[in-house]
Nanobody, 115 residues
Framework: QVQLVESGGGLVQPGESLRLSCVASGSNFRTYHVSWYRQTPGKQRELVAQLTKGNAITYGDFVNGRFTISRDNAKNMVYLQMNSLQPEDTAVYYC?????????WGRGTQVTVSS
């Protein structure tokens, strides 16, 4: 069992940055693939970034080089550095960890980009 807790969300102005963090409980975290997703009301949850246990990285098309996903397995942490934020990035951001049939989600952290 893995529990995920996100933090770092907030209200920022367009063009500013935020760093989201996700701490995972449980053992063998390094064996999990980790991802960040986001969701806005009325829309499906969409992939923001994924980092596999083998360090392969995938970003959503909308990222356009603005975001960076990383992990620190020694600390059971996953990060999402978000730069050049725009109003359309406003969403609840969720941390995800999966390994085979095991799939875990955090409760999300709100990111609001507004002037």
């Amino acid at each position: 069992q893995v529990q995920l807790v996100e933090s770092g969300g907030g209200l920022v102005q367009p063009g500013e940055s935020l760093r989201l963090s996700c701490v995972a409980s449980g053992s063998n975290f390094r064996t999990y693939h980790v991802s960040w997703y986001r969701q806005t009301p009325g829309k499906q949850r969409e992939l923001v970034a994924q980092l596999t246990k083998g360090n392969a990285i995938t970003y959503g098309d909308f990222v356009n080089g603005r975001f960076t996903i990383s992990r620190d397995n020694a600390k059971n942490m996953v990060y999402l550095q978000m730069n050049s934020l725009q109003p359309e990035d406003t969403a609840v951001y969720y941390c995800n960890a999966f390994q085979g049939a095991r799939n875990y989600w955090g409760r999300g952290t709100q990111v609001t980009v507004s002037s």
